[in-house]
């Protein structure tokens, strides 16, 4: 992070997230003064912290009652939530993605599939990823599946782990590259899950890619790109491992398929690194 000048440091922060500015005004007494100072006038730039008020007029009158503490934090967090849903120029992967599983899921819905408990032969007429059918004579069934959910609740679940992965990755490493290490780690789930499950299976959803962006972001971590401290770094390091692991422990009791987030897991660990590396480098280059 190159800070040693004023225009470095605003070119730097210029391309962070907001929610990372955040973090860094929040907690500006861990790093140098310039990196707090720098994270400050860029939230200001773009009018997500207010001016510092003018002292008001002497007056005879009752004072008014003071904003709650609260609506300030309706003002920092407002254009961040609405920007999670709305693909903008620094963050559009993600938002498709989410479009796209709802729509998929909204047009089964209105086609007559039930909401919460589609049939496998629903599920199949939709792009599921069937054993028979997906290889050799309908590739694209392994790509079609990730978008095809069995049920709101499977689809909600998945939307709200991939939605929280892309607040953390995708200003990171640019929408075009976690797209393709997105869909990559789920071609790599559903390959895998026609591999081990050779009697046949029908399996839907995004959480064998899901598990790719998991793998991402322990790439990240590891490569000690992001800016935070030691302690913050193992904690989001452990709260990742703890939510990995208690999906593959919860697999093996439940009606999961633990060999496609071992797939995704996988392909996000050792293809998608260098993806991570390359991105780094880029903006690094572009600071």
Do not use: C
């Amino acid at each position: 992070m190159d800070v040693s000048t004023p225009e470095a440091a605003a070119a730097h922060f210029a391309q962070r997230p907001d929610a990372e500015l955040l973090y860094l005004a929040r907690h500006a007494s861990r790093y140098p003064p310039a990196v707090g100072a720098a994270a400050v006038a860029e939230l200001r730039r773009r009018e997500l912290l207010p001016e510092a008020p003018l002292p008001p007029p002497p007056t005879t009158e009752a004072p008014t009652p003071s904003t709650p503490p609260d609506e300030t934090w309706a003002q920092l967090l407002r254009p961040v939530l609405r920007g999670l849903f709305w693909p903008t120029r620094q963050y559009w992967a993600v938002p498709l993605l989410i479009d796209l599983n709802l729509l998929v899921w909204l047009a089964m819905t209105l086609s007559g599939v039930s909401a919460t408990a589609p049939t496998g032969h629903e599920l199949a007429r939709w792009g599921s990823n069937v054993s028979g059918l997906t290889w050799p004579h309908q590739p694209w069934r392994l790509v079609s599946s990730l978008f095809v959910h069995g049920g709101i609740t499977h689809l909600l679940l998945n939307m709200a782990s991939l939605w929280l992965l892309g607040v953390l990755l995708e200003v990171r490493t640019g929408g075009a590259r976690l797209l393709a290490a997105y869909l990559a780690s789920g071609v790599a789930a559903s390959a895998a899950t026609l591999w081990y499950h050779s009697g046949g299976i029908n399996s839907t959803g995004a959480s064998g890619a899901i598990f790719g962006l998991y793998g991402l972001l322990l790439a990240l971590l590891l490569s000690k790109k992001l800016v935070l401290d030691k302690w913050d770094r193992r904690g989001l390091f452990g709260i990742v491992l703890y939510l990995v692991l208690s999906n593959l422990i919860s697999g093996l009791t439940g009606n999961i398929d633990n060999i496609a987030h071992l797939g995704g897991l996988l392909l996000g660990l050792f293809v998608a690194g260098p993806l991570v590396a390359y991105s780094l480098s880029s903006l690094k280059e572009n600071a």
